[in-house]
């Protein structure tokens, strides 16, 4: 790649942070090169959000139809699965697919429900909040663009 | 306690390289990026259908996390003593004496807990690098070499970031250079690591890696529309740009750096012809961004699957036969240019 030929694309992904790339100079040696972005970067960065979001909104409808508990949203907020989680709570995996389910979540002791708002970084009584689907997830960078999700 | 040890802060493609060369100027060895990644034998391809990253395929494009730092430290004779904690509290403190003896320390850490991180870039991925070099008040300094400028970043949250959990835990894992060779051989290091990287690209056993591995990813993708149908196939191809062209690589998977390295091969051993396989290797980079390029458009469903996936796999195919030319041309130079002769001109 030629150093002119570093691509400069207006994308989401960078939001001023620059890259470095390595490219040939008019003289044929290598240099670093600042890159704004790249947009199949972009399209590859963007895919793998939306299935991220598509997995959450899905967590959401279960939620609310009852049949799973609001950790579920945190945990895949937080783009854990269940090893993970479990990892962090220091539970076995078995235990933290119970947690997962709404009727054995309501009855968590205090203990439990402050360790997991510890791993997210909330408050305990924050793991309640489920967000409406149309308000998007992430409020700072990443929002909904799966409209029809409602 | 406020310290803040003056730290050359240079901005890199790559965590781990980054913060090798970074640690290696500030004792006063100046290596840049690309001679580390190439003195560690950094340049790799695996493509590992059984490992599973967010369900999808491993492809890596460079040798496992730490690979590239210990064998330049070995190749250098740098001395890096490492250290690896089970309480989270206690590695914190041993950080902060290091910091107080004014020395810059190395951290792994997981990308998701650091704050600093563009929330876009903020996967569980547990084999990020970083140097801290100073502390204010609650704050560490930090020296993150993909990032412009140094940043700065909370106790609670680089503790976390250290004891992130998943897949290869950092546990705390720290490091520092205390000892560094006077006149550190980069001709003998530069030889080692070319040597290695021939060896696993080219003799590697297994279809998995090196070129036989590129080639085995072309015959396995021809096949994903049909079997995985064409939306699963479009997210494979999107993780596959991801480990090509996000995760810190300088363009092409590493092929960009390496034909820097090769560049910068040819003044330490005093050979033009490594010049030359820098040049085609950076034409070998240029043809692995094409590939990113069809696959995105791919993605985007601006080209066909029945014609796309087939181009793509052509595409492979040429990458796969030109990377085994540069490399077999590479293995020979090696031998027409062994380094013992090389040693007794010096001595």
């Not at chain 1, 150093?3 to 670093?32: F, L, S």
Request: proline share 5%; charged share 30%; hydrophobic share 40%.
């Amino acid at each position: 790649m030629r150093k002119n030929d570093v691509p400069q694309d207006e994308t989401k992904m960078n939001r001023g942070e620059k890259e470095i790339m390595y490219a040939v100079d008019e003289q044929g040696r290598y240099v670093q090169v600042q890159s704004r972005g790249w947009q199949p970067k972009d399209v590859a960065n963007d895919q793998a959000w939306q299935v991220i979001e598509e997995d959450i909104v899905s967590e959401i409808r279960m939620i609310r139809s009852g049949k799973r508990s609001p950790l579920a949203f945190h945990m895949k907020k937080n783009l854990m699965n269940e090893s993970l989680l479990a990892a962090y709570a220091d539970l076995p995996r078995w235990r933290v697919k119970r947690h997962l389910r709404a009727d054995i979540f309501r009855k968590l002791d205090a203990k439990l429900l402050d360790r997991y708002a510890d791993i997210f970084g909330i408050a305990a009584d924050e793991l309640q909040n489920i967000p409406d689907i149309s308000q998007g997830i992430y409020n700072d960078e990443i929002k909904f663009r799966n409209e029809s999700a409602k | 306690m406020n310290i803040r040890i003056p730290f050359v802060h240079q901005q890199s493609a790559h965590c781990e390289t980054g913060v090798m060369s970074n640690l290696l100027s500030h004792y006063g060895v100046p290596a840049s990026e690309s001679l580390v990644f190439g003195i560690g034998s950094g340049l790799f391809f695996g493509y590992f259908p059984f490992i599973r990253l967010n369900h999808l395929p491993l492809t890596a494009f460079r040798i496992s996390t730490g690979g590239i730092m210990s064998r330049t430290a070995k190749r250098l004779k740098i001395g890096i003593r490492g250290e690896k904690f089970r309480s989270p509290e206690k590695a914190m403190d041993a950080l902060d004496r290091k910091l107080e003896q004014q020395i810059p320390v190395g951290c792994r850490t997981g990308a998701y807990w650091l704050s600093y991180f563009p929330r876009r870039y903020r996967f569980h991925f547990n084999m990020h690098n970083l140097v801290v070099f100073g502390k204010e008040d609650d704050e560490y300094i930090i020296s993150d070499p993909v990032f412009e400028e140094p940043v700065r970043c909370s106790r609670a949250s680089l503790m976390k970031a250290r004891f992130a959990r998943g897949p290869l835990p950092p546990k705390g894992r720290m490091y520092y250079v205390h000892r560094v060779p006077e006149q550190p051989d980069f001709s003998g290091a530069v030889h080692k690591g070319m040597k290695e990287v021939c060896r696993t690209m080219l003799r590697a056993p297994g279809p998995f890696l090196g070129i036989k591995g590129i080639r085995y990813l072309a015959r396995k993708m021809e096949t994903w529309p049909e079997k995985l149908g064409e939306e699963k196939a479009a997210l494979y191809l999107g993780q596959l740009i991801r480990m090509q062209e996000e995760i810190g690589t300088g363009g092409a998977g590493f092929r960009f750096i390496y034909a820097a390295f090769l560049q910068e091969s040819a003044a330490i051993r005093e050979d033009g012809r490594l010049q030359d396989l820098s040049e085609t290797f950076t034409r070998v980079g240029d043809r692995w961004r094409e590939f990113a390029l069809l696959a995105s458009r791919i993605c985007k469903k601006r080209v066909p699957a029945a014609e796309g996936y087939p181009d793509m796999s052509a595409i492979l195919r040429i990458c796969a036969d030109e990377e085994e030319k540069v490399l077999r041309d590479l293995a020979e130079v090696l031998k027409s240019n062994p380094v013992n002769k090389k040693e007794l001109n010096v001595k």
